[in-house]
C-alpha cells in the first residue's frame, strides 16, 4: 500500500493542515519566540501562553515540514523561517497569513469549490463592501511581497524613458509602487486611489519614507472616479486580473484618455506563459481569481496585449521580474 507521505493526492487533499499549523504558529509569533539560538518547550509556553502539549505536537509538526529543527530539548529555526517568519527578518511576511489565510479567503475557497466552477466564477472579494477591514489586512499583508517587485519597477523607469513630473497610482493599496517612484524621482508628483481606510496604510509607509508631501490620496472606486488627467506615469499594480477582459479594455481606454502625450503606463502582474500550465505560481493565480472574483483571470502576454491593442495602445509586452513571480508589463504608446 502507498504510505500517504507518497502521494501525492492525499497530500493535496490535507493541506488544509499545513495552512493550519501556520496560522497558529504566526498567531503565536512562534518564530520570533524561538529567535536565532532556538528555544525549549518550557520556554516557548511561557513567552506564548499555549500548551506545552500543544507546542509540541505543533513543532514536531513545523518540522517535519521543514520549517523547524528539532534538537532536544529544543526547537530551532530553519533558513526558511529565519528569513520569513522571524519578525526579526526585513524578509518577514507572517502578516501576509492575515490576507492569504483569512477566514473569508478560506470560505471562498473551501465551502464550495464546484459551484465557481460550474458558475466561471464568485462573487467573491470583489463584492464586499469598500470599507471591509478585509482590504486593510490585504494592503498590510501584501506588503512584504510588494516592496522587491516595487523596487524593481522604479528601477526599471529610472533606466528607461523621461522623468514623470505627474504619476497615478491606480489601487495603490499600501502605496509602495507610487512611493519608489517618488524616492527615484524627486520632482514626481503622485496621486494614490484606493478605499479610504486603505489609504491609511499607504500614507503611513508614505511618510515612513519621507515623501509624504509629495503623495496625494484620493478615496474611492478608481473605476468610477474622474483621474484628472495628463499623467506622465501611471501604474496598475496588481490591478488587472480583478476584471474580465472587456472590463480591462475599458479600464484601460481609461488610463490611454488620462496620459500626457509621452506617458508611460506600467503594470506588474503574474503572467502565466501561452500554453497556460507555467510557470507553477501564475497558474495557481488563475484559480484563486477564479474562486474569489466574478470574472479575474491571470492573462498572458499575448491577451494583455490584444487588450491593450483594443484600448487605443500599441500594443503591450512582459518582462521579467525575477526571482519575483510577478512580471513587468509594459503598454506601447
Known amino acids: 500500500m502507498t504510505e500517504p507521505a507518497d502521494n501525492p493526492v492525499f497530500d ?8 493550519a499549523a501556520l496560522i497558529a504558529a504566526v498567531k503565536l509569533d512562534l518564530f520570533t519566540a524561538i529567535g536565532s539560538e532556538g528555544s525549549s518547550l518550557e520556554h516557548l509556553a511561557s513567552k506564548t501562553g499555549a500548551s ?10 513545523l518540522v517535519s515540514l ?4 528539532k534538537q532536544d530539548p529544543a526547537y530551532l529555526p530553519t533558513s526558511i523561517s529565519k528569513m520569513f517568519l522571524d519578525k526579526a527578518s526585513p524578509f518577514a511576511m507572517g502578516r501576509s497569513i492575515e490576507f492569504l489565510a483569512a477566514p473569508e479567503m478560506l470560505d471562498l475557497f473551501l465551502k464550495d469549490p464546484a459551484a465557481y466552477v460550474i458558475r466561471g466564477g464568485s462573487d467573491g472579494l470583489a463584492q464586499i ?3 471591509s477591514p478585509i482590504w486593510v489586512r490585504f494592503a498590510k499583508a501584501m506588503m512584504p511581497f510588494a516592496a522587491p517587485a516595487a523596487k524593481r519597477v522604479a528601477m526599471y523607469l529610472s533606466a528607461h524613458g523621461q522623468t514623470p513630473y505627474t504619476v497615478l497610482d ?28 486603505v489609504l491609511t496604510v499607504a500614507k503611513t509607509n508614505a511618510e515612513k519614507a519621507g515623501v509624504a508631501d509629495r503623495i496625494r490620496m484620493v478615496a474611492g472606486n478608481a473605476l468610477e472616479l474622474e483621474w484628472g488627467g495628463d499623467y506622465d506615469l501611471i501604474l496598475l499594480p496588481n490591478f488587472l486580473h480583478h476584471f474580465d477582459f472587456e472590463t480591462c479594455v475599458s479600464l484601460l481606454s481609461k488610463v490611454r484618455g488620462n ?23 501564475p497558474v495557481m493565480f488563475a484559480f484563486q481569481m477564479l474562486a474569489t472574483t466574478p470574472g479575474g483571470d491571470a492573462y498572458t502576454t499575448s491577451e494583455l496585449d490584444a487588450m491593450a491593442k483594443k484600448a487605443g495602445f500599441v500594443g503591450a509586452t512582459t518582462k521579467s521580474l525575477s526571482p519575483i513571480p510577478e512580471r513587468l508589463i509594459i503598454f506601447e504608446t
Open 12 to 19: 493535496i487533499a490535507t493541506a488544509y493542515r499545513k495552512t
Open 52 to 61: 506545552v502539549r500543544g507546542l509540541r505536537i505543533l513543532c514536531d509538526y
Open 66 to 69: 521543514g520549517l523547524l529543527r
Open 129 to 131: 463592501a469598500p470599507d
Open 170 to 197: 491606480i489601487a495603490a493599496g499600501h502605496g509602495l509602487y507610487g512611493i519608489e517612484v517618488a524616492k527615484a524621482f524627486p520632482d514626481a508628483l503622485v496621486t494614490a486611489i484606493d478605499w479610504a481606510e
Open 259 to 281: 496620459l500626457s502625450p509621452d506617458g508611460q503606463v506600467i503594470g506588474v502582474d503574474f503572467v502565466p506563459n501561452e500554453d497556460r500550465i507555467s510557470p507553477p505560481v
